[in-house]
Each structure stands twice: as C-alpha cells, then as structure tokens.
C-alpha cells in the first residue's frame, strides 16, 4: 500500500511527477461510477499532472484555498479505499479542513503505475480549509 497526502503548505508524501503526461495522453481507464454516467471530476486529472498548485490553476473555485488531497493505492477499487479509510484515521493533519470530494481512478500508464507501487487503483480525498 502506497498513502500520499498533498497540500499547499507541507510537501507531499508522493506527488505526481508535473506535466509528464501531455494534456491528451489518457490517464485512467476507469474511474467511480464511470459506468453510470459520471464524469470525471474536474479537480482530479489536473492533480495527476501536477499536484495541488495544478488543481487550483485548473479549478477557479479553489484558485486561493488551502487544499489537502490525500490519497491511497491498491490492487482493487476496495483496497484502494480501505487503505485511504486507514490513512485518514491516522492523519492529524486535517483538523480544520472539509471533505469537499472523493474518487478512485484506475491508472492506465505503466509509468504511473510504476509510482504508486504496482498498484492500478488510486482513491482520494479533497479536502478544502474551513473558512473561519
């Protein structure tokens, strides 16, 4: 199991490398509820290209915010999940931040495989700072 948490003030445990990828080279071959019509949410695409600061470059309404994303990796969808559930319980880190969104994607980029241990699944948490 691989854990990563990304925000604006503390480095992330993992990151992914910034702008690897070119913006049309697929990512995922799959994500939460693609079957049902969901689409991938804005926020997650630009966090694989380039870590937070890319998320608040391609998201307006973040654009100025404190954001954490936190994410876990796993051999299924289920592990993914469980493993992101474990990293939450032990993060102190989020005192003072919301859950704004959540997904898993299954990575389809050997390369992107490669750095999240061998594992094709990824969950993550986005978490907005509470406004005070």
Same mark, same amino acid.
Do not use: H
């Given at each position: 199991?691989?854990?990563?948490?990304?925000?604006?003030?503390?480095? /992330?445990?993992?990151?992914?490398?910034? @702008? =690897?990828?070119?913006?049309? /080279?697929?990512?995922?071959?799959?994500?939460?509820?693609?079957?049902?019509?969901? $689409?991938?949410?804005?926020?997650?695409?630009?966090?694989?290209?380039?870590?937070? *600061?890319?998320?608040?470059?391609?998201?307006? @309404?973040? $654009?100025?915010?404190?954001?954490?994303?936190?994410?876990?990796?796993? =051999? +299924?969808?289920?592990? *993914?999940?469980?493993?992101? *559930? #474990?990293?939450?319980?032990? +993060?102190?880190?989020? +005192?003072?931040?919301?859950?704004?969104?959540?997904?898993?994607?299954?990575?389809?980029?050997? @390369?992107?495989? #490669?750095? !999240?241990?061998? +594992?094709?699944?990824?969950?993550? !948490?986005?978490?907005? $700072? =509470?406004?005070?």
């Amino acid at each position: 199991m691989v854990s990563c948490a990304a925000t604006s003030q503390l480095p /992330e445990l993992q990151t992914p490398a910034e @702008e =690897k990828l070119s913006p049309t /080279e697929e990512i995922f071959s799959d994500w939460e509820y693609r079957g049902f019509g969901r $689409e991938l949410p804005v926020w997650v695409e630009p966090y694989f290209r380039g870590g937070v *600061a890319a998320v608040q470059t391609a998201c307006p @309404e973040y $654009e100025g915010k404190k954001l954490r994303i936190v994410c876990a990796s796993g =051999k +299924n969808a289920d592990q *993914a999940e469980q493993a992101l *559930a #474990a990293a939450i319980t032990d +993060n102190t880190v989020l +005192n003072g931040y919301i859950l704004q969104d959540s997904m898993w994607v299954c990575l389809l980029q050997p @390369e992107d495989i #490669a750095l !999240y241990g061998g +594992n094709t699944y990824v969950s993550l !948490y986005l978490y907005v $700072e =509470k406004v005070r």
